[in-house]
């Protein structure tokens, strides 16, 4: 079972930036979609970006289009989440996940713990 171990939340001012990471265990990493998702509180998770096992393909939601910026390193077995021009908005826990192959959903992948985003106005 891969572990995925999220990192880098915190505190930030709105307008400011943070760069949470993800670590995953195993030696397939590369052949995975990996993506962020994330939970406000009393709210549904919700798909923030994803990108191709070669990183070739990204895609975001619409909200954070052009703000946040999804990047992987597969020689560390790490994805990363840019995230500029923050607001209170995008507080949240951010989660890490690896979408199974073959086309299963996100929900039947791995799953991190998360990280705590707070944005301070």
């Known amino acids: 079972q891969v572990q995925l171990v999220e990192s880098g939340g915190g505190l930030v001012q709105a307008g400011g930036s943070l760069r949470p990471s993800c670590t995953a265990s195993?030696?397939?990493?590369?052949?995975?979609?990996m993506g962020w998702f994330r939970q406000a509180p009393g709210k549904e998770r919700e798909f923030v970006a994803e990108?191709?096992?070669?990183?070739?393909?990204?895609n975001y939601a619409n909200t954070v289009k052009g703000r946040f910026t999804i990047s992987r390193d597969n020689a560390k077995n790490t994805v990363y989440l840019q995230m500029s021009s923050l607001n209170p908005e995008d507080a949240a826990v951010y989660f890490c996940?690896?979408?199974?192959?073959?086309?299963?959903?996100?929900?039947?992948?791995?799953w991190g713990r998360g990280t705590q985003v707070t944005v301070s106005s």
């Open positions: 195993g030696r397939t990493f590369s052949d995975h979609y």
């Open positions: 996940a690896r979408r199974p192959l073959y086309g299963a959903p996100w929900s039947a992948g791995s």
């Open positions: 990108i191709s096992g070669r990183g070739i393909t990204t």
